[in-house]
């Protein structure tokens, strides 16, 4: 059959990573797209995009945003950038939605959307069913693809009830994300169960947050799915915690595996390919 091809999300910077926290952690417009440049050359399909403001703060503001989007797309013109619209700091829907209000040159092709409310180790992801449709409807208004943040099986039936009601449309773009304390785990079983429900037409990867990243990565792999990798889920290259990681580390190992398994990434371009972009 040959060498197969995956989506490979490069997820830089986060909203919980300080210097403090790690010293290689990209801040600003020029330091992720210094990592993104590197991390291309190598081969990855996309960036799951935050931004951060000149103290380092995450922010959501517009011009914010606009930065760091012009500076990855002098990078490369063709890579694909997913903007989060993350309701870990705040969840109203207007400050969430304000990247979605960019002019088409410096539009993200996609956006995330979380599809249910969870708890991390130390705050709380909240989304309530109103913000979720209304960031959907917002998104599809500006012609941005939702990628569709899913940590157990019951945020993929929520993608179903969107489906149905013509909320969203295929291609799907999945992202799993297993490790959390409080949702699905990196275990054959906990992946399996959410990728059988997932809808038809449907481009998936999977992320592992800390600890489980590589196992999270080795499953996605093996089970014919893509994965996200980066310093947003994860800062060390070893369980015990002793080695800190940079983007390019945590890339270089997923691409080890990859190869084992024979598949490489796709390309920015057949990415866009596979979602109609």
């Known amino acids: ?71 990855l797309r002098d990078a490369r013109e063709d890579v694909v950038i997913c903007a989060s619209c993350s309701g870990r700091i ?30 991390f180790s130390r705050s709380a992801s909240v989304n309530a069913p109103d913000v979720i449709l209304g960031l959907a409807e917002r998104m599809a208004e500006r012609g941005i693809k939702p990628e569709l943040e899913v940590f157990d099986v019951g945020m993929v039936n929520y993608a179903h009830y969107l ?41 998936w990867g999977v992320g592992g947050i800390g600890r489980q990243q590589t196992a999270a990565i080795a499953l996605g792999l093996a089970s014919g799915g893509g994965v996200r990798v980066g310093l947003e889920d994860n800062l060390w290259l070893d369980r015990d915690r002793t080695v800190q990681a940079t983007n390019i580390a945590l890339l270089e190992r997923t691409l080890q595996v990859a190869a084992a398994l024979e598949r490489r990434p796709m390309t920015p371009p057949e990415m866009r390919q596979a979602l109609g972009l």
Not at 38 to 46: P, R
Not at 166 to 179: A, S
């Open 1 to 71: 059959m040959g060498e197969s091809t995956f989506p490979l999300s490069l997820c830089p910077t986060g909203i919980v990573p300080t210097r403090e926290t790690s010293p290689h952690v990209p801040l600003t417009p020029e330091e992720v797209a210094r990592d993104v440049g590197e991390c291309l050359a190598l081969g990855i399909s996309s960036v799951h995009l935050h931004a951060r403001d000149d103290t380092g703060a995450n922010c959501n503001l517009p011009g914010t945003y606009a930065k760091f989007i012009a500076a």
């Open 90 to 119: 705040d969840p109203g829907l207007e400050s969430r939605s304000a990247v979605l209000t960019l002019p088409d040159e410096l539009r993200p092709d996609l956006a995330s959307l979380t599809l249910g409310s969870l708890n």
């Open 163 to 203: 489906i149905d009601r013509g909320v969203i449309e295929p291609p799907y773009v999945f992202n799993i994300i297993l490790g959390n304390p409080f949702t699905g785990q990196a275990d054959p079983a906990h992946l399996g169960a959410i990728i059988k429900d997932l809808p038809a037409n449907s481009l």
